[in-house]
Protein backbone atom coordinates (compact mmCIF):
# COMPACT_ATOMS: atom_id res chain seq x y z
CA UNK A 1 0.00 0.00 0.00
CA UNK A 2 1.45 3.70 -1.12
CA UNK A 3 1.44 6.24 1.08
CA UNK A 4 -1.53 7.64 -0.71
CA UNK A 5 -4.06 4.93 -0.73
CA UNK A 6 -3.37 4.80 2.95
CA UNK A 7 -3.81 8.69 3.59
CA UNK A 8 -6.92 8.02 1.49
CA UNK A 9 -8.16 5.31 3.26
CA UNK A 10 -7.67 6.83 6.64
CA UNK A 11 -8.77 10.45 5.59
CA UNK A 12 -5.55 12.49 5.67
CA UNK A 13 -3.04 14.35 3.76
CA UNK A 14 0.39 12.14 2.43
CA UNK A 15 2.15 14.93 4.56
CA UNK A 16 0.55 13.37 7.29
CA UNK A 17 2.03 9.86 6.84
CA UNK A 18 5.06 11.06 6.01
CA UNK A 19 5.14 13.13 9.23
CA UNK A 20 4.12 9.84 11.11
CA UNK A 21 6.43 7.43 9.51
CA UNK A 22 9.29 9.52 10.13
CA UNK A 23 7.67 9.86 14.20
CA UNK A 24 7.20 13.76 13.70
CA UNK A 25 3.68 13.47 14.30
CA UNK A 26 1.85 11.45 16.80
CA UNK A 27 -1.78 10.87 16.08
CA UNK A 28 -4.93 10.74 17.63
CA UNK A 29 -6.47 7.66 19.01
CA UNK A 30 -8.89 7.57 16.17
CA UNK A 31 -6.54 8.10 13.55
CA UNK A 32 -3.97 5.02 15.25
CA UNK A 33 -6.90 2.54 15.36
CA UNK A 34 -7.92 3.45 11.62
CA UNK A 35 -4.61 3.58 10.43
CA UNK A 36 -3.85 0.06 12.30
CA UNK A 37 -7.39 -0.97 10.75
CA UNK A 38 -6.18 0.04 7.46
CA UNK A 39 -2.70 -1.87 7.45
CA UNK A 40 -4.87 -4.88 9.17
CA UNK A 41 -2.58 -5.22 12.07
CA UNK A 42 -3.45 -4.62 15.76
CA UNK A 43 -2.74 -1.11 17.55
CA UNK A 44 0.45 -2.68 19.31
CA UNK A 45 2.25 -4.10 15.94
CA UNK A 46 1.93 -0.38 14.10
CA UNK A 47 2.48 1.83 17.19
CA UNK A 48 4.35 1.60 19.99
CA UNK A 49 4.85 3.67 23.13
CA UNK A 50 7.64 5.45 24.20
CA UNK A 51 8.31 7.41 27.65
CA UNK A 52 9.90 10.46 26.48
CA UNK B 1 -2.62 49.22 -11.40
CA UNK B 2 -2.10 49.68 -7.80
CA UNK B 3 -1.15 52.87 -6.74
CA UNK B 4 0.25 53.68 -3.48
CA UNK B 5 1.33 56.70 -1.53
CA UNK B 6 4.60 58.37 -2.53
CA UNK B 7 6.00 57.60 0.61
CA UNK B 8 6.63 54.09 2.08
CA UNK B 9 7.44 53.67 5.49
CA UNK B 10 9.69 57.05 5.55
CA UNK B 11 11.07 55.95 2.28
CA UNK B 12 9.95 58.54 -0.88
CA UNK B 13 9.61 55.85 -3.38
CA UNK B 14 7.63 58.44 -5.96
CA UNK B 15 4.43 57.11 -7.70
CA UNK B 16 6.31 55.10 -10.55
CA UNK B 17 8.41 53.45 -7.62
CA UNK B 18 5.48 52.56 -6.00
CA UNK B 19 3.61 51.19 -9.16
CA UNK B 20 6.36 49.46 -9.75
CA UNK B 21 7.25 47.97 -6.31
CA UNK B 22 3.58 46.87 -6.23
CA UNK B 23 3.38 45.68 -10.20
CA UNK B 24 6.49 43.41 -9.14
CA UNK B 25 5.26 41.69 -5.85
CA UNK B 26 1.92 40.91 -7.74
CA UNK B 27 3.61 39.46 -10.57
CA UNK B 28 5.66 37.32 -8.35
CA UNK B 29 3.36 36.77 -6.03
CA UNK B 30 0.70 35.08 -9.20
CA UNK B 31 4.03 33.48 -10.60
CA UNK B 32 4.52 31.52 -7.40
CA UNK B 33 1.15 30.86 -7.23
CA UNK B 34 1.19 28.92 -10.88
CA UNK B 35 4.48 27.31 -9.65
CA UNK B 36 3.62 26.34 -6.29
CA UNK B 37 5.37 22.68 -7.01
CA UNK B 38 8.77 24.13 -7.30
CA UNK B 39 8.44 26.59 -3.97
CA UNK B 40 7.03 23.56 -1.92
CA UNK B 41 8.03 20.49 -0.87
CA UNK B 42 6.42 17.89 -3.35
CA UNK B 43 4.07 16.73 -0.82
CA UNK B 44 3.36 19.84 0.96
CA UNK B 45 -0.72 20.01 1.99
CA UNK B 46 -3.17 22.53 0.56
CA UNK B 47 -3.18 24.35 4.28
CA UNK B 48 0.43 25.11 4.36
CA UNK B 49 0.29 26.49 0.84
CA UNK B 50 -2.48 28.44 1.72
CA UNK B 51 -0.91 29.48 5.30
CA UNK B 52 2.34 30.34 3.17
CA UNK B 53 -0.25 32.69 0.78
CA UNK B 54 -1.77 34.23 3.98
CA UNK B 55 1.39 34.82 5.29
CA UNK B 56 2.90 36.89 2.50
CA UNK B 57 -0.22 38.68 1.97
CA UNK B 58 -1.54 39.72 5.83
CA UNK B 59 2.49 40.57 5.63
CA UNK B 60 1.73 43.34 3.28
CA UNK B 61 -0.96 44.34 4.83
CA UNK B 62 0.65 44.81 8.13
CA UNK B 63 3.40 46.95 6.42
CA UNK B 64 0.77 48.79 5.01
CA UNK B 65 -1.23 49.50 7.97
CA UNK B 66 2.11 50.48 9.43
CA UNK B 67 2.83 52.70 6.96
CA UNK B 68 -0.85 54.46 7.61
CA UNK B 69 -1.00 54.23 11.01
CA UNK B 70 2.49 56.14 11.42
CA UNK B 71 1.00 58.84 9.22
CA UNK B 72 -2.06 59.34 11.51
CA UNK B 73 -0.63 62.01 13.99
CA UNK B 74 0.93 63.92 11.94
CA UNK B 75 -2.73 64.96 10.51
CA UNK B 76 -4.04 66.73 13.38
CA UNK B 77 -7.45 66.96 13.59
CA UNK B 78 -7.95 65.31 9.94
CA UNK B 79 -6.93 62.31 11.66
CA UNK B 80 -10.62 61.92 13.53
CA UNK B 81 -11.84 62.10 9.95
CA UNK B 82 -12.78 58.40 8.60
CA UNK B 83 -11.49 60.00 5.38
CA UNK B 84 -8.60 61.56 5.80
CA UNK B 85 -5.62 61.79 3.00
CA UNK B 86 -4.05 58.70 4.14
CA UNK B 87 -6.97 56.74 4.49
CA UNK B 88 -7.76 56.88 0.66
CA UNK B 89 -4.11 55.38 -0.30
CA UNK B 90 -4.78 52.83 2.79
CA UNK B 91 -8.46 52.05 1.45
CA UNK B 92 -7.23 51.17 -2.30
CA UNK B 93 -3.91 49.43 -1.21
CA UNK B 94 -5.90 47.66 1.19
CA UNK B 95 -8.60 46.51 -1.14
CA UNK B 96 -6.13 45.90 -3.85
CA UNK B 97 -3.93 43.38 -1.27
CA UNK B 98 -7.01 41.50 -0.24
CA UNK B 99 -8.03 41.32 -3.76
CA UNK B 100 -4.57 39.76 -4.97
CA UNK B 101 -4.84 37.41 -1.89
CA UNK B 102 -8.19 35.92 -3.09
CA UNK B 103 -7.18 35.53 -6.31
CA UNK B 104 -3.88 33.86 -5.31
CA UNK B 105 -5.18 31.62 -2.82
CA UNK B 106 -7.82 30.59 -5.48
CA UNK B 107 -5.25 29.38 -7.72
CA UNK B 108 -3.22 27.67 -5.06
CA UNK B 109 -6.46 25.97 -3.85
CA UNK B 110 -7.64 24.92 -7.60
CA UNK B 111 -3.61 23.62 -8.81
CA UNK B 112 -3.39 21.68 -5.43
CA UNK B 113 -6.70 20.00 -4.48
CA UNK B 114 -6.48 17.16 -2.43
CA UNK B 115 -9.08 14.38 -1.56
CA UNK B 116 -8.42 15.57 1.90
CA UNK B 117 -7.58 19.25 2.21
CA UNK B 118 -7.37 19.84 6.27
CA UNK B 119 -6.68 16.64 8.67
CA UNK B 120 -6.26 16.33 12.10
CA UNK B 121 -2.36 17.29 12.10
CA UNK B 122 -3.35 20.66 10.10
CA UNK B 123 -6.35 21.42 12.73
CA UNK B 124 -3.52 20.89 15.91
CA UNK B 125 -1.34 23.18 13.95
CA UNK B 126 -4.02 26.02 13.42
CA UNK B 127 -5.09 25.52 17.02
CA UNK B 128 -1.18 25.91 18.59
CA UNK B 129 -1.02 29.27 15.83
CA UNK B 130 -3.92 30.35 17.76
CA UNK B 131 -2.52 30.36 21.09
CA UNK B 132 0.60 31.55 19.28
CA UNK B 133 -1.30 34.70 17.86
CA UNK B 134 -3.56 35.00 21.36
CA UNK B 135 -0.03 35.06 23.50
CA UNK B 136 1.18 37.77 21.08
CA UNK B 137 -1.93 40.09 21.30
CA UNK B 138 -2.00 39.78 25.39
CA UNK B 139 1.69 41.22 25.37
CA UNK B 140 1.11 43.91 22.69
CA UNK B 141 -2.03 45.07 25.03
CA UNK B 142 0.48 44.54 28.09
CA UNK B 143 2.62 46.99 26.07
CA UNK B 144 0.61 49.40 25.03
CA UNK B 145 -1.17 49.64 29.00
CA UNK B 146 2.74 50.02 30.41
CA UNK B 147 2.94 52.88 27.07
CA UNK B 148 0.35 55.00 28.18
CA UNK B 149 0.73 54.48 32.08
CA UNK B 150 4.81 55.17 31.62
CA UNK B 151 4.26 58.06 28.38
CA UNK B 152 1.68 59.49 28.45
CA UNK B 153 3.11 62.91 27.27
CA UNK B 154 4.95 61.22 24.39
CA UNK B 155 1.26 59.04 23.29
CA UNK B 156 -0.76 62.27 23.31
CA UNK B 157 -0.92 62.74 19.47
CA UNK B 158 -1.87 59.07 19.29
CA UNK B 159 -4.60 59.67 21.69
CA UNK B 160 -7.62 59.90 18.83
CA UNK B 161 -10.53 57.51 18.69
CA UNK B 162 -10.24 57.15 14.99
CA UNK B 163 -6.58 56.52 15.77
CA UNK B 164 -7.05 53.86 19.16
CA UNK B 165 -9.54 52.12 16.37
CA UNK B 166 -6.87 52.06 14.16
CA UNK B 167 -4.00 50.77 16.49
CA UNK B 168 -6.83 47.77 17.72
CA UNK B 169 -7.25 47.14 14.32
CA UNK B 170 -3.28 46.70 13.99
CA UNK B 171 -3.31 44.24 16.69
CA UNK B 172 -5.67 41.74 14.67
CA UNK B 173 -3.70 42.06 11.34
CA UNK B 174 -0.50 41.21 14.37
CA UNK B 175 -2.79 38.31 15.55
CA UNK B 176 -3.07 36.55 12.27
CA UNK B 177 0.34 37.47 11.03
CA UNK B 178 1.50 35.48 13.86
CA UNK B 179 -0.93 32.86 13.53
CA UNK B 180 0.28 32.16 9.88
CA UNK B 181 4.08 32.44 10.35
CA UNK B 182 3.46 30.10 13.25
CA UNK B 183 2.05 27.68 10.99
CA UNK B 184 4.63 28.11 8.44
CA UNK B 185 7.39 27.28 11.07
CA UNK B 186 5.76 24.62 12.14
CA UNK B 187 4.95 22.95 8.56
CA UNK B 188 8.27 23.42 7.72
CA UNK B 189 9.96 21.96 11.35
CA UNK B 190 8.13 19.07 10.18
CA UNK B 191 10.53 18.38 7.12
CA UNK B 192 13.75 18.97 9.27
Given at each position: MTQAELARVCGVTRQTIIALEAEKYSPSLELAFRLARALGRNLEEVFRFEEK | MFLGPDGWLGIDVGLVG????????WLFAIHLSKHSEAAFPADAPLAERQAWV?????????????????ALPGLGAQADQ???????????????????WT?????????????????????????????????????????????????????????RP???????????????????????????????
Open positions: - | SAVLYAALSMVFITLIYFHWLNFVSIANPASRHFAVNLAMLIVGVVSGIVRTKNSEPVALDERDLRIQRAAGRAGSALVSVLIIGLISALVVLPERLDPWLLIAANVLVGLLIANTLTENVYAVIRYRREYA
